[in-house]
């Protein structure tokens, strides 16, 4: 059995993985990646699917945005933001949907689809 000072100890369940973690999507290695620049006129769909290998096809794509699984991250100095993306954004072009999430310069940006994580590079 693990010991944990008091503190932490009488917490409630759930809330040590969040005081102890410092882990972030930096951190990871070997994340694939795209360019902003090449695959602006892109679709995300088209993006995800083909580019990325995150899902094996659009309609896979629209069905996780369906469930709330496709997430724009964007880690910056001032904290994490995330915007989660509707289904009818796969359609659109990539640039558009990155352009109206905020990107500001000096951030990271990821793109999360279910449990995976795309780093895009801008």
């Known amino acids: ?12 369940r759930g809330v040590h993985g969040a005081l102890l973690s410092t882990r972030s999507f930096g951190d990871a290695r070997n994340l694939p990646a795209a360019s902003l620049g090449e695959h602006a006129e892109d679709t995300p769909g088209t993006l995800i699917s083909h580019t990325l290998g995150s899902a094996p096809s ?3 794509v629209r ?21 989660p993306l509707a289904e009818g954004t796969v359609q659109r ?3 558009a949907v990155v352009g109206e999430a905020g990107v ?14 795309a780093r895009i590079d801008l």
């Open 63 to 83: 069905r996780v945005a369906r469930q709330n699984g496709l997430r724009l991250i964007r880690d910056s100095a001032d904290g994490r933001r995330v915007t």
């Open 104 to 117: 500001a310069e000096g951030s990271d940006l990821y793109l999360k689809v279910g449990r995976k994580v």
């Open 1 to 12: 059995m693990r010991w944990w000072p008091p503190s932490i100890r009488h917490r409630p």
């Open 58 to 60: 659009i309609s896979a």
């Open 93 to 95: 072009t990539f640039g």
